[in-house]
């Protein structure tokens, strides 16, 4: 039977002071860690940190299957730390906080020297404070030579005085120019392919004096091309199918243009991902033969306005 003068003093106790928080779930590193954290947001004593924000982060670090604050980056635990509806944020502004100061401990006061080498720079680890942006991210830029030079550009920017929203855009900018940059090779391999296949195409044309042969020659060098074609088990059907299509379109490239080719490719990968299959009542039946249509009218165009007025299989002139 509890002692009546400590009942006394419970129930005089705020219900708020008494509720607890156990760390036992959390693993000996990780719950240090936490410890530390929870101190020094005491000694800073600028926000009131609820029992139950902190049960909540005890929960999150628990399921996560961390053993320490920085086996993951602080977006990472921001993303896990994310209230559902009716709950306030507090629970991932104290994650970020117990993540920024154990990382300042365990790397010292900050600056640059540590912040530079990282692909995100945290702003107030380099004394930057007052700004709408938290970091500058630099993993968007694939290309090792273009980081360091965004690298090197951003912290001289930052030197100078300019504004954080300056260097945050420009970085975008230098960012979606990698990602542009990093397909340039793709690109710069397919407009060669594509211009190799143009000039042999016109030279067998030149060849055998016909449109219709040389589309079928033509299709037989792409074919041999196809290097995986021939091992699959059912290879002369697969070869007779590529042998049709390709001819069909080179002799379009030859009667009609690049524009119609262009919209003969653009039509038959477009309808790989339509919907549409032999029953005509299912909910997506409408919208698959909509867009089947539309498809078939842009191909149907570009071939009338690339004819002309000439014969799709004479190729002379009407009057």
């Known amino acids: 039977m509890p002692d009546l003068a400590e009942f ?17 779930s959390l693993p000996r590193q990780l719950k240090l860690e936490f410890q530390y954290a929870l101190q020094r947001r005491r000694d800073d004593n ?11 982060v005890i929960k999150i670090l628990a399921g996560s299957g961390a053993t320490s604050l920085l086996m993951l980056e602080e977006q990472e635990w921001r993303r896990r730390s994310c209230a559902p509806a009716g709950e306030t944020r507090q629970q991932a502004a104290l994650l970020s906080y117990a993540y920024s100061e154990v990382c300042a401990l365990a790397e010292g006061e900050g600056g640059w020297d540590s912040e530079y080498p990282r692909d995100t720079w945290r702003l107030r680890r380099l004394g930057i404070t007052g700004t709408p942006f938290a970091t500058l991210q630099f993993g968007g830029i694939t290309q090792p030579w273009l980081k360091d030079l965004a690298k090197r550009w951003t912290r001289w920017r930052i030197s100078t005085g300019l504004s954080i929203t300056s260097c945050y855009h420009g ?3 230098v960012t979606r120019f ?3 940059a990093a397909h340039a090779g793709i690109l710069e391999g397919a407009l060669f392919f594509g211009l190799l296949v143009f000039f042999s195409i016109c030279g067998l044309r030149l060849l055998v004096k016909k449109d ?5 020659l033509a299709a037989l060098l792409l074919l041999l091309s196809e290097g995986g074609l021939f091992t699959s088990s059912n290879w002369k059907v697969m070869a007779a199918i590529h042998i049709g299509m390709y001819s069909v379109l080179l002799f379009v490239l030859l009667r009609l243009g690049l524009v119609a080719t262009m919209a003969a490719v653009f039509f038959i990968d477009a309808t790989n991902l339509i919907t549409l299959g032999a029953d005509w009542k299912t909910w997506y039946a409408p919208s698959g033969l909509a867009t089947f249509l ?21 190729g002379k002139v009407a009057p």
């Open 8 to 24: 006394a003093r419970a129930c005089e106790t705020p219900p708020g002071a008494r509720e607890r928080a156990d760390l036992a």
């Open 178 to 180: 990698a990602g542009f």
């Open 294 to 314: 539309l498809l078939l009218g842009i191909a149907v165009f570009a071939f009338w306005r690339s004819l002309g007025t000439r014969e799709l299989f004479s």
């Open 46 to 56: 600028t926000t009131k940190t609820r029992p139950h924000d902190i049960c909540g």
């Open 171 to 173: 970085l975008r900018a």
């Open 212 to 216: 219709i042969p040389a589309a079928i």
